[in-house]
């Protein structure tokens, strides 16, 4: 008897390994003490300077507690620091010399995995990245959540044989 496929978010899960595994590999490689989580927060304090962790999120868009978590993991490594901010639970987001001082061989190998990308796309029967955006804005228009909700209704409703 063969295994039943692998559902989406086996797939999706096996697509993020294979491909942060390969990047952290590249970085480790390169020297770098990196992880590709860390990219979209130095992206966004590059950007805009110094920033809450609530507006890291909102720039990202990712949860306030995934950004919390790799904020802390940045500060462990002494990639970030954390400054108070305005009020007692407001906390800053600052880079510290450290990561400026990487900051040229990250954005060399981010040219470098962007050229990967655009590579795998063109090997692709339709590009991965059309694919992900297209992904992300259907389900922000119309939620997983209610997409499974309205197929239980669905299912629940169809007679068994």
């Known amino acids: 008897m063969s295994s039943p496929p692998p559902t989406l978010g ?5 697509l993020i390994e294979l ?3 390969d990047l952290e590999a590249v970085y480790a490689a390169s020297g770098l003490a990196w992880r590709p989580r860390y990219t979209p ?14 507006g890291l999120a909102q720039e990202i868009g990712i949860t ?10 940045m500060a462990k490594q002494r990639l970030v620091a954390l400054k108070p901010g305005a ?4 906390r800053i987001v600052v880079l510290t010399a450290r ?3 990487m900051i040229p061989a990250l954005q060399h190998q981010w040219a470098a995995t962007n050229a990967a990308a ?5 090997e692709l029967s339709v590009p991965l990245s059309a694919v992900l955006a297209e992904a992300i804005a259907a389900l922000n228009q119309r ?19």
């Open 10 to 14: 086996t797939l999706v899960r096996h």
């Open 143 to 161: 939620s997983f959540a209610t997409r499974i909700s309205a197929a239980a209704t669905a299912l629940s409703s169809t007679p068994t044989p």
């Open 41 to 54: 927060v130095l992206r966004v304090l590059m950007r805009l300077g110094p920033t809450s962790i609530k």
């Open 87 to 90: 009020d007692a639970r407001e």
């Open 118 to 122: 655009a590579q795998l796309d063109m």
């Open 19 to 21: 491909l942060d595994g």
């Open 99 to 101: 990561t400026k001082q």
């Open 64 to 73: 306030h507690s995934a950004a919390s978590q790799t904020v802390a993991q």
